[in-house]
């Protein structure tokens, strides 16, 4: 069975919900980002802090 692209851009039943209950797939994505950057900068500033004590 294959899908037809232009048939997933319609999907009624997801906008119904999203319009009810918020997009959670959208806001989760907008969680999972911003907790990549914090990682991000929380891993560079552990690797700065590291080698700034082997450099010593």
């Known amino acids: 069975m294959t899908s037809n692209p ?4 319609h999907l009624p ?3 119904s919900l999203v ?3 918020g997009d959670a ?4 994505r907008v ?5 990549q950057r ?4 929380v891993l560079n500033w552990h ?8 450099s010593s």
């Open 47 to 54: 690797d700065t802090r590291h080698l700034g004590r082997a």
């Open 13 to 15: 039943v997801y906008e």
């Open 6 to 9: 232009a048939e997933n851009d």
């Open 38 to 41: 914090r990682i991000a900068q």
């Open 19 to 21: 319009r009810e209950r």
């Open 31 to 35: 969680v999972a980002e911003e907790t």
């Open 25 to 28: 797939v959208a806001e989760a």
